[in-house]
């Protein structure tokens, strides 16, 4: 069975990229609604793309398993950005050419998950050993700093791969 390496799907990868209009709250103008239905209806043409290009192919490198994983999973639950028929395709990608083996799962929370949780680590957390402080570094205020330039929260769908990664793990 042939091998699809990152360097053949990147390029579908980049374009599943959700699009940073999508994370205000506010009414958005109606130009920008019809460019994000647009998006949305693209995204599930390039989703399809994606899975015709992957064929029958259900052996990956951890990079490749890691880089597919972490970009389609957003697509595998609820946000504004998803419509039924892309979490549809997602999730036989997932099923059906990923194995959430440990390397794997390593790989999505190491270099794709915990970069975007290292800037602004919780206040009552020593970032040296991980262990719970007895009081919060930076002064009692420091919770309301911490909340301030999260950048997990400008990459939606992350808690949908959190929570893959989570579901996928073994009890042990």
Known sequence: MP???LSDIQPTLDKLRIP??????EQLP????VRLEQW??????????????L???QV???ETAAALVYTVTPFNGDGNWVVDDARKITQGILEGHVTPDLPVLERILSFYVKPLFKPTPHPMLNPDTARKLPRALGGPLAQLDHFEGQIWKTHLGVENVLLWCVTNMEVS
């Open 3 to 5: 091998q699809i390496s």
């Open 20 to 25: 940073s209009e999508l994370l205000k709250d």
């Open 30 to 33: 109606e130009e920008d609604v």
């Open 40 to 53: 949305k209806a693209a995204s599930v043409t390039k989703l399809s793309e994606l899975k015709d290009l």
């Open 55 to 57: 064929g029958d192919t």
């Open 60 to 62: 990956f490198d951890v």
